[in-house]
C-alpha cells in the first residue's frame, strides 16, 4: 500500500510540475472579500521560483473594523494558456478582541490578462489559534493586481 502511495504521490508532483508556468516577479493590488472576514487588503506577490511565491495581505477585516495582517506561501499552476490555478498555506495576526493569531490556506484561480494585469478569485478558510480568534472563519475575495 506505501507503495501505491508513494508511486501516486511522484506521478502527480510530476504532473504538477510538468504543467507549472512561469509567473510574475511582482504584483500589487486590492484584494476585496466577504464571507466571515468582509474587508479589504493590500497585497503583494513576490516570485519565488518558477510557480511559487509569497502573498502578504494589509488590510481591514470583519465589515472594516479590524486590522488584518497576512502571509502565504502558494504554488502556481497552468490550467490553460492564461488561467492558473494555485494553493497555499500561511498565517496571520488580526486584532479582534485583542490580537488573534490564525493559521490560513488558501485556493484559487487566476486570469493573466496581455496587459500587465492579474484577476483572481480565492478561497481563504482561517483557523484562529489564540487570541480573540475561535473556530473556523472562511471568505471568498476577488483580486486585482498589477504585475511589474
Known amino acids: 500500500m506505501k507503495k501505491i502511495y508513494l508511486t501516486f504521490g511522484l506521478l502527480l508532483t510530476t504532473i504538477l510540475t510538468i504543467n507549472a508556468q512561469d509567473i510574475s516577479e511582482n504584483a ?5 472579500g466577504g464571507g466571515d472576514g468582509v474587508g479589504g487588503e493590500i497585497t503583494y506577490q513576490k516570485a519565488l521560483g518558477n510557480n511559487n511565491r509569497l502573498e502578504i495581505d494589509l488590510g481591514l ?4 473594523t ?17 488561467f492558473n ?3 497555499g498555506f ?15 490556506g488558501v485556493v484559487g484561480i487566476e486570469y493573466n490578462f496581455n496587459a500587465p494585469i492579474l484577476l483572481s478569485i480565492d478561497y481563504r478558510p482561517e483557523i484562529g ?8 472563519n472562511s471568505n471568498v475575495a476577488l483580486s486585482v493586481r498589477y504585475q511589474f
Open 129 to 136: 489559534i489564540a487570541g480573540g480568534l475561535d473556530g473556523l
Open 66 to 82: 479590524n486590522f488584518k495582517a497576512t502571509g502565504l506561501y502558494e504554488w502556481v499552476w497552468s490550467l490553460e494558456d492564461k
Open 28 to 32: 500589487i493590488g486590492l484584494r476585496f
Open 61 to 64: 477585516a470583519n465589515e472594516f
Open 90 to 104: 500561511g498565517g496571520g495576526i488580526v486584532s479582534a478582541d485583542g490580537t488573534g493569531i490564525y493559521g490560513a
Open 85 to 87: 490555478w494555485y494553493a
